[in-house]
């Protein structure tokens, strides 16, 4: 046998090894990590691992993308890059009792007379991890990325390859194009108890819980870090790019978590198809004391509307799903003492009370500052300066005043009254008729400008390296910033003079401002601080109105009809560019050269819809309501939410209810799926 010849069988029955090696591995690692079964000694796994390793060192061509060889990465990353989600990850709303749950449920179903009165919940632990965003493409996993705001979150896909509870090829002849997986990392308690025992031993700083743990360790640039930390992994979501013979698209939450489990993810056993919100108490209950025997935290029950069709219908508010709500646990709390009571002005004008508390420890943390929301809490809670009361975290995350323990108040305690002027200018407070807040409304005041700057120059806005709080604050308190645009006048020279600047961070600091107004439309929209309008609803304003010129110009009406986009935002929108000053800094920030225009883009392709708005009502035949309108949107259409006198086309199916009414009676053409399809056809 000639040298090639044997070099060409050695070379194909390496080939057909690691594939086969690949295989057996990959079934291991699924049997032990996702269904708690092992079919495999660990011994032989690591002799199959090693094997593995040595034929593709001896042969680098042959490794596969999928192989398990390649779940931890070599060499620490550089750092993480940020990338969109192609579809957003919206935060969930929060309910605290029954009455919540009950409003929920209320709400959802007051939003159309026609809405099914019988529905179906899906109850799912809410486990206390990190939101983790998968894309597969033909099936092999392209990238993990983490929730971020929601629309742009960081690639971390070296570190998730580490979880082996998270499948690198998914268990699917045919995929679609593309599949998008969510779901929830989380470190186990044992795990975590090793982890800090570890820490304790090499003098480290100890994690304050499972949750931060799995938060930092997801954020490492050394992913051997992150595998020997052993995150785990439930899938709770999934979305097609297009059906596959092998995985059609699923109708139900419930069978969206049966397809998870074909495909190789590990899903939580512990969820019920409930059909009433009664049974969703029964299990809300049951969990409340089984939950502490589980070998992970969970905080809460995540309750869905089972069917895709009626969430598809509910759609969103600017913030959360309508169809979806987590039921949380009460967290823990501690008693402790109101020392002093501060008033905060935010940039809104926004008048908040702050408790300076007796240090304890909550929830794993030392808290000493407690909010007390706005007057209408305080005249509830009673509070008194001296009074013990009992503290939480609200979600968690806030610590919150619960309730004061009066038997404990000392004597000739006095009561905590909001001032009726503003602590920061000393001008006349208001509390609006519909608002609990109180608020300043001297837009001179400085406390109003530095949380309009600190807003501005943050990483979700217009991200100026170098300018922090303290160096706003005394920009503003010297005088030298009375507006963000005041901000592109400073100069080197001036920064210099101020306390702990010297000339080269001055100079660095003037070169940041420059680089930021090339910032795109959105960052700058957001960076204005409209109330309501966060970095989300700013994204998806500044794609509906391509400049400031065309929002500002826009009705109420017409920014309300933007998708995502709910009376509240549009009123806020609208109001904002009708004041004066307002108008004004627009005028400044266009001659300083910031873009405040969207760069503007080719159409890929014909658009025959051009100018055209489309609601889209009912269950289609065969496409569901996001295929409609990505169809709609490449042939230049626009779609929107609620049908009005500038809707072109009503595109309905089965059941399509008040909204076929409502276009039938305003003379709006009303279009079947098929008449769609024989409209794109035409598309020369």
């Excluded at 795990?191 to 800090?196: G, K, M, R, S, T």
């Excluded at 052993?230 to 978590?257: G, I, R």
């Excluded at 608002?435 to 217009?462: D, F, Y």
């Excluded at 490449?634 to 809707?647: D, H, L, N, R």
Aim: aromatic share 6%.
């Amino acid at each position: 046998m000639s040298e090639a010849r044997q070099k060409t069988v050695v070379s194909n029955e390496s080939k057909a090894r690691v594939i086969e090696l690949c295989r057996l591995l990959q079934a291991a690692s699924y049997a032990y990590y996702v269904q708690d079964a092992p079919i495999m000694e660990d011994a032989v796994y690591d002799r199959l691992y090693q094997e593995l390793l040595s034929l593709e060192q001896a042969h680098p061509d042959l490794v596969l993308p999928d192989s398990p060889t390649q779940r931890v990465g070599e060499q620490p990353a550089a750092g993480f890059s940020s990338v969109r989600h192609r579809i957003a990850l919206y935060s969930l709303e929060n309910a605290f009792d029954l009455g919540d749950l009950q409003t929920w449920d209320d709400r959802w179903r007051r939003l159309d007379p026609d809405l099914p009165a019988t529905v179906e919940y899906i109850t799912e632990l809410k486990i206390d991890g990190s939101a983790i965003a998968l894309t597969y493409e033909k099936g092999l996993l392209v990238r993990g990325a983490t929730r971020g705001d929601g629309a742009l979150g960081e690639d971390i896909t070296p570190n998730i390859r580490t979880i082996r509870a998270i499948p690198l090829r998914l268990n699917l002849e045919n995929p679609p194009d593309w599949i998008e997986v969510r779901g929830e990392a989380f470190i186990g308690l044992a795990v975590f108890a090793q982890i800090n025992r570890d820490r304790e031993e090499a003098g480290e700083p100890l994690f304050a819980n499972p949750r931060n743990a799995a938060a930092g360790t997801l954020r490492q640039l050394d992913s051997r870090i992150v595998a020997q930390r052993q995150l785990d992994f439930f899938a709770y979501t999934l979305h097609l790019s297009n059906a596959s013979p092998s995985l059609p698209p699923p109708a139900t939450q419930w069978d969206a978590l049966a397809q998870l489990q074909q495909l190789g993810f590990r899903v939580n056993p512990n969820r019920a198809c409930c059909a009433s919100l009664a049974d969703v108490e029964a299990y809300y209950q049951t969990w409340a004391t089984g939950r502490l025997t589980l070998p992970y935290l969970t905080d809460g029950v995540v309750i869905k509307l089972n069917s895709f069709d009626l969430q598809d219908q509910l759609g969103f508010t600017q913030k959360a799903p309508r169809w979806a709500i987590a039921w949380k646990y009460p967290p823990e709390e501690a008693p402790t003492r109101i020392e002093q009571i501060q008033v905060s002005v935010g940039r809104t004008g926004a008048l908040t009370p702050v408790a300076e508390l007796t240090p304890v420890q909550l929830a794993g943390t030392t808290v000493s500052r407690a909010t007390l929301h706005n007057r209408d809490r305080l005249t509830e809670l009673d509070i008194h300066l001296g009074d013990t009361v009992v503290v939480r975290k609200a979600g968690e995350i806030i610590p919150e005043v619960v309730r004061v323990l009066r038997e404990l108040r000392p004597v000739n305690a006095q009561r905590f009254e909001m001032p009726t002027h503003c602590p920061a200018c000393g001008q006349p407070v208001v509390q609006p008729e519909a608002e609990a807040v109180t608020r300043c409304i001297n837009t001179q005041c400085p406390a109003i400008l530095k949380g309009s700057l600190i807003h501005w120059v943050s990483r979700g806005a217009m991200d100026i390296d170098g300018m922090g709080e303290k160096l706003i604050h005394q920009l503003v308190d010297q005088g030298l910033v009375q507006s963000v645009a005041d901000l592109y006048q400073l100069t080197a020279d001036t920064l210099i003079h101020l306390e702990r600047l010297g000339k080269r961070s001055a100079e660095k600091l003037i070169v940041a401002l420059e680089q930021s107004k090339s910032r795109p439309w959105a960052k700058v929209l957001y960076g204005l601080g409209i109330r309501h309008v966060g970095s989300v609803n700013a994204q998806t304003l500044s794609e509906a109105f391509p400049s400031v010129a065309s929002l500002a110009a826009a009705e109420q009406s017409a920014i309300g009809e933007i998708f995502g986009i709910g009376p509240e935002i549009a009123q806020s929108v609208y109001d904002w560019f009708r004041v004066p000053s307002n108008q004004i800094l627009i005028e400044t920030l266009q001659e300083i050269g910031l873009q405040l225009e969207a760069e503007q883009t080719q159409p890929s392709g014909p658009q025959p819809l051009a100018g055209k708005t489309f609601v889209i009502t009912g269950t289609l035949p065969t496409l569901k309501r996001d295929e409609a309108k990505a169809l709609i949107e490449q042939a230049g259409g626009k779609v929107t939410g609620s049908v009005s006198k500038k809707t072109d086309f009503l595109l309905a199916g089965t059941e399509a209810g008040s909204k076929l009414d409502k276009a039938q009676a305003l003379g709006i053409l009303v279009l079947t799926e098929e008449a769609l399809h024989k409209m794109l056809e035409d598309i020369p």
